[in-house]
Every structure is written in C-alpha cells, then in structure tokens.
T-cell receptor, first 113, second 111 residues
Framework: SQTIHQWPATLVQPVGSPLSLECTVE??????LYWYRQAAGRGLQLLFY??????ISSEVPQNLSASRPQDRQFILSSKKLLLSDSGFYLC????????????FGPGTRLLVL | GENVEQHPSTLSVQEGDSAVIKCTYS??????FPWYKQELGKRPQLIID?????GEKKDQRIAVTLNKTAKHFSLHITETQPEDSAVYFC??????????FGAGTILRVKS
C-alpha cells in the first residue's frame, strides 16, 4: 500500500531564515505531487504541483519554491521566511495515470516568529 | 479556470439530525467531485467521491448527489454524531487535473 511522509511535523523559525520541508511517497511510482498551505481556520491553497521529476508548476507567486529531485520526493523551500508564511503545509499525491483520488500527508505546522 | 463555492461556512445541528453541505462549480467539463473531512489539527481525509456519470452515491450515513445541469453537488450526513464534527471540503476537477477546493464548512454536532 502507499504511504506519504512529511517532516518535520512542527517547526518554529525566525523571520528571514531559510526553510526546507520534505515530502516522500512510498509504494507507488511516477505520482503527481502537490504542496498546499492552510492558514489557521482557512481553506486549502494550492502552492505547487509536479507531474514528474524536475517538473514544477507554480500556482501562487510568492517567496516559496518547490523542487522534485527524485520521483517520490517533493521539497518546499524558502530563502527568507515572512511572518505570513506561517501555516499548516500539506503535501498530497495521486497516481499519475489519471486516477483522480488525492491523498494528503500528515502535514507540517510552521510558525514564523 | 474552475471556481468552487461552498455553503454554508458553518453549520450546527443537533445529534441525530441530518446535515447538508452544498457546492457549486463553474466548469462544465469537471467530472470528479470528492469530499474531504478534516478534524482539528489533522490532515484532510477523503470520505466520499462521485464521478459525473453517476447522480448519487451512498456510503452508510454519508451520501453525495450531483446535478450536472445545475453544476452543483451536495454532501448529506444522516443521523449525525458528535464525531462528525469537523471541517468538510468539497472539490472539483477535470480528468487528471488538479483539484479546486471549496472554502470549507465547519460542522458542529451538538449532543
């Protein structure tokens, strides 16, 4: 069966510091991968998605970036965090063969102070 | 692009009553409509989904209906229980494309 991991689970970072969040999927190959952000009490904002290694689509221009160095690894980064980057970051995957069901990872809670 | 609107934003029901959450979508080519439940501090979990070739789907106390003509779909929860309290999100997509989510509905079941 497939599983999705995210780490770290929680993170407290000062404004202006860099960020790296990691997401990995097991038990499948060539998945579509997604990064979402959820502010407190708000909805799901799609940040990036990827259909393959090195292929990244950005949904919202901001100071974040994403990379996919391996088939089942998706990384979210920032060079300098802003206060507004605080939130719950969720990685998600779905099979790349067109099946639509999307599954979420456990999330990373980021607090920027 | 696709736009999904979800109502109501909050819903309070008495335990045992039914709850209905409604969503409308704008792109008539959308053909996949999942519903997710998110408990406090947890990840969204898929609870039911429907594809455009079906008008209704049931899974125990949960059902989803789809009206393609009117471009809206609804989640129905019967005999609500306190553990149904959560945020519910609807979403829509075309085959193979990304999901577009509604803004969410906070459901509170009062015992």
């Amino acid at each position: 069966s497939q599983t999705i991991h995210q780490w770290p689970a929680t993170l407290v970072q000062p404004v202006g510091s860099p960020l790296s969040l990691e997401c990995t999927v097991e038990g499948t190959s060539n998945p579509n991968l997604y990064w979402y952000r959820q502010a407190a009490g708000r909805g799901l904002q799609l940040l990036f998605y990827s259909v393959g290694i090195g292929q990244i689509s950005s949904e919202v221009p901001q100071n974040l970036s994403a990379s996919r160095p391996q088939d089942r690894q998706f990384i979210l980064s920032s060079k300098k965090l802003l206060l507004s980057d605080s939130g719950f970051y969720l990685c998600a995957w779905k099979k790349g063969n067109g099946q639509e069901t999307q599954y979420f990872g456990p999330g990373t809670r980021l607090l920027v102070l | 692009g696709e736009n999904v609107e979800q109502h109501p934003s909050t819903l309070s029901v008495q335990e045992g009553d039914s709850a209905v959450i409604k969503c409308t979508y704008s792109d008539s080519a959308s053909n996949y409509f999942p519903w997710y439940k998110q408990e406090l501090g947890k990840r969204p979990q898929l609870i039911i989904d429907i594809r455009s070739n079906v008008g209704e789907k049931k899974d125990q106390r949960i059902a989803v209906t789809l009206n393609k003509t009117a471009k809206h779909f609804s989640l129905h929860i019967t005999e609500t229980q306190p553990e149904d309290s959560a945020v519910y999100f609807c979403a829509a997509s075309k085959s193979g494309n990304k999901l577009v989510f509604g803004a969410g509905t906070i459901l509170r079941v009062k015992s």
